[in-house]
Protein backbone atom coordinates (compact mmCIF):
# COMPACT_ATOMS: atom_id res chain seq x y z
CA UNK A 1 0.00 0.00 0.00
CA UNK A 2 2.99 2.60 1.25
CA UNK A 3 4.89 1.53 -2.62
CA UNK A 4 1.74 2.89 -4.65
CA UNK A 5 1.38 5.80 -2.56
CA UNK A 6 4.59 6.62 -3.78
CA UNK A 7 4.35 5.85 -7.06
CA UNK A 8 1.44 8.35 -7.28
CA UNK A 9 2.72 10.76 -5.36
CA UNK A 10 5.71 10.53 -8.07
CA UNK A 11 3.69 10.90 -10.94
CA UNK A 12 2.09 13.65 -9.30
CA UNK A 13 5.00 15.38 -9.04
CA UNK A 14 6.18 14.45 -12.55
CA UNK A 15 2.86 15.59 -13.68
CA UNK A 16 3.20 19.17 -11.99
CA UNK A 17 6.42 19.53 -14.04
CA UNK A 18 8.89 19.00 -10.59
CA UNK A 19 11.83 16.75 -11.94
CA UNK A 20 14.17 17.19 -8.86
CA UNK A 21 12.12 17.68 -5.77
CA UNK A 22 15.10 18.43 -3.57
CA UNK A 23 15.45 21.74 -5.46
CA UNK A 24 13.05 23.19 -3.21
CA UNK A 25 15.52 23.55 -0.44
CA UNK A 26 17.21 26.06 -2.64
CA UNK A 27 14.05 28.50 -0.84
CA UNK A 28 15.96 27.98 2.49
CA UNK A 29 18.53 30.83 0.35
CA UNK A 30 15.84 33.75 0.95
CA UNK A 31 17.17 34.95 4.31
CA UNK A 32 20.37 35.68 2.77
CA UNK A 33 18.61 38.89 1.70
CA UNK A 34 18.03 40.21 4.94
CA UNK A 35 21.23 39.06 6.51
CA UNK A 36 23.62 40.85 4.37
CA UNK A 37 21.66 44.16 4.78
CA UNK A 38 24.06 45.50 7.93
CA UNK A 39 27.19 44.32 5.62
CA UNK A 40 25.30 46.86 3.07
CA UNK A 41 25.29 48.76 5.90
CA UNK A 42 28.73 48.89 6.79
CA UNK A 43 30.21 49.35 3.30
CA UNK A 44 28.01 52.02 2.58
CA UNK A 45 28.94 54.41 5.24
CA UNK A 46 29.69 58.19 4.76
CA UNK A 47 33.16 58.84 3.15
CA UNK A 48 33.35 54.97 2.24
CA UNK A 49 35.06 53.20 -0.48
CA UNK A 50 31.62 53.04 -2.02
CA UNK A 51 30.73 56.58 -1.93
CA UNK A 52 33.94 57.21 -3.83
CA UNK A 53 32.98 54.79 -6.73
CA UNK A 54 29.37 56.17 -6.55
CA UNK A 55 30.95 59.66 -6.98
CA UNK A 56 33.38 58.41 -9.81
CA UNK A 57 30.28 57.41 -11.60
CA UNK A 58 28.25 60.16 -11.23
CA UNK A 59 30.75 62.35 -12.87
CA UNK A 60 30.84 60.41 -15.48
CA UNK A 61 27.37 62.16 -16.54
CA UNK A 62 27.89 65.38 -18.35
CA UNK A 63 26.86 68.12 -16.36
CA UNK A 64 27.55 66.85 -13.24
CA UNK A 65 29.81 68.47 -10.94
CA UNK A 66 31.66 67.35 -7.49
CA UNK A 67 29.18 70.24 -5.60
CA UNK A 68 26.42 68.14 -7.52
CA UNK A 69 26.83 65.44 -5.61
CA UNK A 70 25.31 66.43 -2.44
CA UNK A 71 22.68 68.84 -3.63
CA UNK A 72 20.10 66.11 -4.25
CA UNK A 73 21.05 65.23 -7.79
CA UNK A 74 23.29 62.00 -6.92
CA UNK A 75 20.22 59.75 -7.00
CA UNK A 76 18.84 60.97 -10.61
CA UNK A 77 22.58 61.21 -11.64
CA UNK A 78 23.12 57.01 -10.65
CA UNK A 79 19.15 56.20 -12.54
CA UNK A 80 20.47 57.63 -15.39
CA UNK A 81 23.41 56.14 -15.84
CA UNK A 82 21.55 52.36 -14.53
CA UNK A 83 18.73 53.27 -17.17
CA UNK A 84 21.39 53.47 -20.04
CA UNK A 85 23.45 50.71 -19.41
CA UNK A 86 20.52 48.13 -18.42
CA UNK A 87 18.15 49.56 -21.42
CA UNK A 88 20.62 50.87 -23.78
CA UNK A 89 24.29 49.19 -24.15
CA UNK A 90 23.26 45.77 -22.62
CA UNK A 91 20.52 46.06 -24.63
CA UNK A 92 22.73 46.19 -27.81
CA UNK A 93 25.18 43.78 -26.78
CA UNK A 94 22.40 41.34 -26.27
CA UNK A 95 21.34 41.80 -29.22
CA UNK A 96 25.10 41.53 -30.86
CA UNK A 97 25.02 37.83 -29.04
CA UNK A 98 22.19 36.94 -30.44
CA UNK A 99 23.83 37.59 -33.76
CA UNK A 100 26.76 35.76 -32.74
CA UNK A 101 24.46 32.71 -31.72
CA UNK A 102 23.03 32.09 -35.20
CA UNK A 103 24.56 31.26 -38.11
CA UNK A 104 22.59 34.14 -40.52
CA UNK A 105 23.20 36.52 -37.75
CA UNK A 106 20.00 38.28 -35.94
CA UNK A 107 16.79 37.95 -37.47
CA UNK A 108 15.15 41.70 -36.80
CA UNK A 109 12.31 41.04 -38.33
CA UNK A 110 11.91 38.42 -35.25
CA UNK A 111 14.50 39.83 -32.79
CA UNK A 112 12.91 36.74 -30.09
CA UNK A 113 12.22 33.93 -32.25
CA UNK A 114 15.37 32.18 -31.97
CA UNK A 115 16.37 33.23 -27.91
CA UNK A 116 15.66 29.77 -26.75
CA UNK A 117 18.07 28.24 -29.41
CA UNK A 118 21.24 30.59 -27.56
CA UNK A 119 24.32 28.53 -25.77
CA UNK A 120 27.11 29.41 -23.88
CA UNK A 121 28.30 33.11 -24.35
CA UNK A 122 25.78 34.36 -26.93
CA UNK A 123 22.91 33.32 -23.92
CA UNK A 124 25.31 34.63 -20.92
CA UNK A 125 24.70 37.95 -22.84
CA UNK A 126 21.24 37.77 -23.17
CA UNK A 127 20.77 36.57 -19.77
CA UNK A 128 22.79 39.28 -17.94
CA UNK A 129 20.21 41.41 -20.14
CA UNK A 130 17.36 40.09 -18.60
CA UNK A 131 18.25 40.04 -15.22
CA UNK A 132 19.52 43.64 -14.73
CA UNK A 133 16.40 44.42 -16.37
CA UNK A 134 14.13 41.75 -13.91
CA UNK A 135 16.01 44.07 -10.99
CA UNK A 136 15.63 47.41 -12.19
CA UNK A 137 12.09 47.76 -11.07
CA UNK A 138 13.08 47.60 -7.22
CA UNK A 139 15.61 50.11 -8.08
CA UNK A 140 13.51 52.56 -9.66
CA UNK A 141 11.26 51.76 -6.94
CA UNK A 142 14.14 52.55 -3.97
CA UNK A 143 15.59 54.97 -6.05
CA UNK A 144 11.99 56.95 -6.11
CA UNK A 145 10.99 56.72 -2.63
CA UNK A 146 14.86 58.14 -1.70
CA UNK A 147 14.84 60.95 -3.70
CA UNK A 148 11.25 61.99 -2.41
CA UNK A 149 12.19 61.50 1.26
CA UNK A 150 15.95 61.72 1.74
CA UNK A 151 17.61 62.74 -1.41
CA UNK A 152 20.63 64.02 0.43
CA UNK A 153 20.96 61.28 2.69
CA UNK A 154 24.83 60.66 1.74
CA UNK A 155 24.08 56.22 3.30
CA UNK A 156 20.77 56.10 1.53
CA UNK A 157 22.60 57.42 -1.71
CA UNK A 158 25.66 55.01 -0.98
CA UNK A 159 23.30 52.11 -0.71
CA UNK A 160 21.68 53.15 -4.04
CA UNK A 161 25.31 53.52 -5.47
CA UNK A 162 26.19 50.06 -4.29
CA UNK A 163 23.25 48.64 -5.87
CA UNK A 164 24.43 50.41 -9.20
CA UNK A 165 28.85 49.58 -8.93
CA UNK A 166 27.40 45.21 -7.49
CA UNK A 167 24.86 45.37 -10.58
CA UNK A 168 27.16 47.06 -13.19
CA UNK A 169 30.47 46.24 -12.44
CA UNK A 170 30.48 43.07 -10.54
CA UNK A 171 27.15 41.08 -11.67
CA UNK A 172 26.94 41.69 -15.27
CA UNK A 173 30.70 41.22 -15.68
CA UNK A 174 30.64 37.74 -13.78
CA UNK A 175 27.57 36.40 -16.06
CA UNK A 176 29.77 36.83 -19.00
CA UNK A 177 32.57 35.07 -18.01
CA UNK A 178 30.69 32.60 -16.49
CA UNK A 179 31.17 33.27 -12.52
CA UNK A 180 28.55 31.87 -10.61
CA UNK A 181 29.41 32.42 -7.14
CA UNK A 182 30.62 36.08 -7.89
CA UNK A 183 27.10 36.73 -9.62
CA UNK A 184 25.21 35.10 -6.89
CA UNK A 185 26.99 37.54 -4.38
CA UNK A 186 26.46 40.65 -6.23
CA UNK A 187 22.89 40.21 -6.78
CA UNK A 188 22.08 39.02 -3.53
CA UNK A 189 24.31 42.15 -2.06
CA UNK A 190 22.46 44.51 -4.20
CA UNK A 191 19.12 43.75 -3.30
CA UNK A 192 19.98 43.55 0.04
CA UNK A 193 20.95 47.11 -0.77
CA UNK A 194 17.89 47.53 -1.55
CA UNK A 195 15.48 46.53 0.30
CA UNK A 196 18.04 48.56 2.75
CA UNK A 197 16.87 51.92 1.70
CA UNK A 198 13.52 51.02 2.16
CA UNK A 199 13.84 50.21 5.61
CA UNK A 200 15.87 52.87 6.36
CA UNK A 201 12.84 55.29 4.51
CA UNK A 202 10.61 54.06 6.40
CA UNK A 203 11.77 54.04 9.77
CA UNK A 204 13.56 57.13 9.43
CA UNK A 205 16.99 55.73 10.06
Known amino acids: MSEDKEREAKRVVVENGIINPGGAALVGFAPMYLALIPLTSYL ?3 NSTVQKLSETLI ?11 SSGRAIPALSAIYLFWTFGASGAVSAAGQAMGR ?11 HIHKLEGLPLRI ?32 NLLGFHVVAKL ?37
Not at 176 to 193: E, I, K
Open 44 to 46: TKP
Open 59 to 69: KLVPGIGVSSI
Open 103 to 113: EDGLDNNHPRK
Open 126 to 157: RSAHYALMENFSGFALAAALAQVIAPTDSQVV
Open 169 to 205: LVHYPAYLVDVAPLRTLAHVSATSALINVCWRLATGA
